[in-house]
């Protein structure tokens, strides 16, 4: 099965649903009972048509935190994305060994975007000082650590620490993979969304789709951290997939 998810995966870079559909029965027909099964066919359903009903139905049998926020975040089902993430270990300091920015970061996400901002800043500014001290030690991947500084930093208003960070993330020269590249450019696309800065987010935006990688047009239309933008004509045509 591995040899089909690995396959699966490269077609999810290309963008080729189609191939990737096909290759996704062929792998159910050899392992029907695997639950990777259901979790890469509600992925095909969401970067190829932003079809959250019918992701929803494939992961109806489906228990596993990561995936389900994720389906909570393109719902703008807040509460239940809290509660995803929550449930994962590791969330809050002391949890795991693992560092737990990353799931502040997301927890205080959901929080902005459900209207409790005082609470957000509280995990915003807890996240920003676990990356600072994050970013002193040697890291391969520093550019993970600072595309979610500069978030913390915007929606913390401090406007000049955010676009440091951005312009240090625009001269990385160890992010050589379209992946890595288009995880950044989102990451500058949030960052402007929070300093309201509607297009320097579509520009970062266009960038990131401009890479091959997991994120396409029909995420970026049903996306809600770009309800904003949604009446802006670039980002219409961004979102439309038409060049």
């Not at 992701?55 to 509460?79: F, I, S």
Request: glycine share 6%.
């Amino acid at each position: 099965l591995q040899t089909y998810v690995d396959l699966l995966l490269t077609y999810e870079l290309m963008r080729d649903f189609p191939s990737m559909r096909r290759s996704l029965e062929a792998a159910a027909r050899v392992q029907p009972d695997s639950p990777a099964i259901p979790i890469l066919r509600a992925r095909i359903a969401l970067g190829a048509d932003g079809n959250l009903a019918l992701m929803r139905k494939e992961l109806a049998t489906v228990d596993y935190a990561p995936v389900l926020e994720r389906l909570a975040y393109y719902e703008g089902n807040w509460d239940e994305m809290i509660r995803q993430i929550k449930r994962q270990p590791g969330w809050q300091s002391g949890g795991t060994a693992a560092a737990p920015y990353p799931s502040e970061m997301s927890l205080a996400l959901a929080l902005w975007f459900q209207g409790n901002q005082t609470d957000a800043r509280k995990h915003f500014a807890s996240a920003a000082r676990q990356l600072e001290v994050a970013l002193q030690q040697p890291d391969s991947a520093q550019w993970d650590q600072r595309s979610l500084l500069a978030v913390a930093y915007a929606a913390l208003g401090k406007a000049g620490d955010a676009r440091k960070q951005i312009d240090q993330l625009r001269a990385c020269t160890d992010c050589i993979t379209p992946q890595t590249r288009a995880d950044i450019y989102n990451g500058i696309a949030m960052t402007c969304m929070l300093l309201g800065d509607h297009k320097g987010a579509i520009e970062a935006l266009a960038m990131a789709l401009s890479q091959p990688s997991g994120l396409t047009p029909a995420m970026a239309r049903i996306d809600p951290a770009w309800i904003p933008l949604r009446n802006i004509p670039a980002f219409q045509q961004l979102a439309s997939g038409i060049p």
